[in-house]
């Protein structure tokens, strides 16, 4: 059985051009990103596949507001993040963009509620922490620590503390990278379901091509350039994934 695509939305969230990244070090330059054009839109799931040291995850954090492009730029809906200064984009990641990465960040000391409830504290109009853990599938692990849940579960955590603050947009590096397979499909059933039931343009960064097939389109990155991007014209579901 397979999921039919998704009906990608009308509305640009990033037009990205010209953006090219060259990391200094000492008397070598390298050349992370070289010229990259790319949109996102509204309300689909994007695969950005490649090998490691391709510039997924330089791409990734140059869309997030946490690195800048030597060159180019990245407009968010209108608005240039290359012109913006260090405390728009702040607000800019803490208004807009949720981030979910390879290892969780969760504090071990805290709940899995009190863990998400972090966010909710620090912007407009959360989700109640309880609402988002239930969208991952662990309202009934509220109360426990992390030492207390799997991997696949504290994963599952970090992506409800992501979108608790009702992000418009969802970067995932590796999320199911120190995950096995059986675990690594529960992630990204909940990611498949953020992304299907709250609309959010949501990336997912991987070197596992087998994840390629849930999403609406697959963008593939080579050597800091983007090789080509193929839709998929049915989305697979994570429960029929193989790797």
Not at 66 to 79: A, F, I, Q
Not at 134 to 146: K, M, Y
Not at 225 to 237: C, D, M, T, W
């Amino acid at each position: 059985m397979t999921a039919s695509i998704a009906v990608q939305g009308e509305g640009v969230v990033f037009e990205a051009r010209g953006i090219t990244k060259v990391y200094e070090m000492g008397e070598v330059r390298v050349h992370a990103l070289r010229g990259v054009d790319l949109d996102l839109f509204e309300g689909e799931l994007v695969v950005l596949l490649g090998p490691s040291g391709s510039g997924k995850s330089t791409l990734l954090n140059i869309l997030g507001g946490l690195d800048t492009p030597t060159d180019g730029h990245v407009v968010y809906r209108g608005r240039d993040l290359h012109a913006a200064g260090e405390a728009e984009l702040t607000a800019y990641r803490r208004r807009h963009v949720g981030f979910v990465f390879q290892f969780y960040n969760l504090i071990p000391s805290l709940t899995a509620r009190e863990n998400v409830a972090l966010v909710t504290e620090i912007v407009h109009d959360p989700m109640r922490p309880e609402e988002a853990l239930e969208i991952v599938n662990l309202g009934a692990r509220l109360d426990h620590f992390p030492a207390q849940l799997s991997g696949g579960e504290q994963q599952r955590v970090a992506i409800a503390r992501a979108i608790a603050k009702r992000p418009e947009v969802l970067l995932c590096d590796e999320p199911t990278g120190a995950l096995d397979i059986s675990t690594g499909v529960v992630v990204l059933e909940a990611l498949e379901r953020v992304n299907r039931e709250l609309g959010t343009c949501t990336a997912v960064i991987t070197h596992n091509a087998a994840i390629a097939s849930m999403s609406d389109r697959v963008i593939r990155l080579s050597d800091g350039r983007i090789a080509g991007i193929e839709s998929n014209p049915e989305k697979r579901l994570p429960r029929e994934l193989q790797w």
